[in-house]
């Protein structure tokens, strides 16, 4: 068994699909219409094949304070692997993302916790060799 | 507040936000976990956290939707002023 896919609960799908590819450097794979939304998602350019990320709409009434409790005590809703955390926090602050987590070393691994601007935190994590 | 600094879970989130201040619930538990192998659950540290906050030693900002955690050392200072000022009489032979 192995993940294709998972997701994140987006307030905005199309700001989403901004942030996502234009700031984390995400592509987008699918983009198909449902009515009011989309089947809305992306994939790492380093990893073509590798799980998607769908961009889920939020509408759904338990999201929202669910994502909320979420934010207030700082959980973040995934965990993306990067080559550094350190210059990638560096490269994302240039660009006006917001961390509510620095970078720190949290045992093996190093990890900060940013703002996705669409409801979620995100956690960005690499593992020093 | 002697009963909040009684507890040493309670001790090291002192420590933890003396390294660094302003810190969610989530960097909370994990520096507890990573840095000193503390595997109490979130909801045990969140209690923790509000024993520590009716001892006034740490207080919580809400920052948008974000809620902080800051230490602040006032009440400490009450028990400086009461036993480690320089008592009168004389010297300790």
Known sequence: MRINLTSVFVDDQEKALRFYTDILGFEKMHDVPLGEDRWLTVVSPKDPGGPNLLLEPSSHPAVKPFKEALVADGIPFASFDVDDVKSEYDRLRGLGVRFIQEPVEMGPVVTAVLDDTCGNLIQIAHRPI | ?93
């Open chain 2, 1 to 93: 507040m002697f009963k909040a600094l009684a507890d040493p879970t309670r001790r090291t989130i002192l420590d933890e936000l003396t390294r660094q201040n302003g810190q969610t619930l989530f960097e909370i538990c994990g520096r507890l976990t990573t840095a000193h192998g503390l595997g109490s659950s979130r909801q045990a540290i969140s209690q923790h956290l509000d024993v520590l906050e009716a001892a006034g030693l740490v207080e919580t900002r809400r920052e948008g939707r974000y809620k902080f955690h800051y230490i602040n050392t006032g009440p400490l200072q009450y028990i400086v002023e009461r036993w480690l000022g320089r008592p009168s009489g004389p010297e300790r032979p």
